[in-house]
């Protein structure tokens, strides 16, 4: 399960809750991955520094949201206003490999990346998928503007002989603030459309719709039905449309496409042609609008997605188990196992992790496996831990493989608990009681404030 969110915040800061945006009360399962498309994300040149240096308060939000609920931070990827965020729950990290991004700016002839497109690909399960967020050109006219930028976009190549073009993967999602305006009809008959939730009485006016039409390089890119009203553009904080001077005509400019590569097709041995079995579907479960958000113009537009894969990957290159009962008070093994073929690294380590932890270097502690090797045979291997490096107050914890070759977690154990160090506890709360009955030389009782 797969929700998608694509938002144009306005250069705002996350609002208060995005419960209803991630539907993170829905009564249905929970959702294995989260794919979030921001636009206009504040790119001013002191936050952009700031923000490559350390994460951005939109990541960092979500991070805070979702890490509790067992979800980690996969990859992300940000130019100028444009950012993309997946997280996944960790059962699924050792089945996602070859993680890449890339972003394709086409702001200014291509020197600018206020409008442009961020990717993340990835192989999930041994199949491959690509998120792309774009912003494109704005204003009613540029509607030849926008192909053309999504025809460069959709060029670009990742680095690396074995990842397939951005067309060549199983599954694309396209999404963004892709600023397709309504054309022809004037203010009043759309207002009045919206009004009535005649939105049918539009999508045959609306820009993208047209060029799906007549692009063919568009033409295998689906979409739900725009049953929601136009996302953009609003008053702020309301969901009333555009009162300012220039009366902006309603539009979708937020919008969710996706694509799945055409089955191929292959001579048999009697010369006759065969489908192959398909082994990936996609379905749209729900695509909607959130109109309580009003932070910004738009309004964020969601799709849930089922994805019906048959797996590749049954197993994940490394397993991996904590040995016996742990305790903070003594020192700790990790057994591990791997796969013949792993491609395994001296730079390869185990790391320790809160149950709750945001990405990959949230880790609490590590191993090398290498140099923290203690013993070693034809099925498995044990590394020590020491146990100066883990939390006295103990707690819930797994472990995982990061693998330097594949720039990933590789494998993670089931969450297991770590007994606390009674005796470094019992000592801080006899110092605690102290400092409390010592009363500082420095400080007098007054009884006149």
Known sequence: ????????????????????????????????????????????????????????????????????LGYIKLSSVRMQGLLLLVFVKHVHLPFIRDVHTHYIRTGLYGYWGNKGGVTVRMSLYGHTICFMNCHLPAHMENTEQRLDDFEKILE????????????????????????????????HFVRESINNKRYNLLWEKDQLNMAKKKEAFLQDFIEGPLQFKPTYKFDLYSDVYDTSEKKRKPAWTDRILWRVKNLCQHASKEGEFSEEEQTISVTLNNYISHMSYGISDHKPVTGTFGLELKPLLLDPLVKLNPEGEWSAEHDVLISYSAVPEFPSSAWDWIGLFKVSFRHVNDYVTYAWVEDDEISSNKDSKQVYMSAAEIPDMGGEFLLGYYSNNMQSLVGISQPFQIQPNRTSIDKDLTQEENSWMQKPDNLESHDDF
């Open 156 to 187: 670009m190549q990742f680095e690396g002989e074995s990842i397939p073009s951005t067309l060549d993967h199983d599954v694309l999602f396209w999404f963004g603030d892709l600023n397709f305006r309504i054309a022809d009809y004037g203010i």
């Open 1 to 68: 399960r797969l929700h998608l969110v694509t938002w144009n915040v306005g250069t705002a800061s996350p609002p208060p809750d995005v419960t209803s945006l991630l539907q993170l009360n829905s009564l249905g399962p929970t959702m294995d991955m989260y794919v979030i498309g921001l636009q206009e994300v504040n790119s001013r040149i002191t936050n952009f520094l700031s923000d490559l240096a350390f994460d951005d308060p939109w990541s960092i939000f979500f991070m805070t949201v979702l890490s509790p």
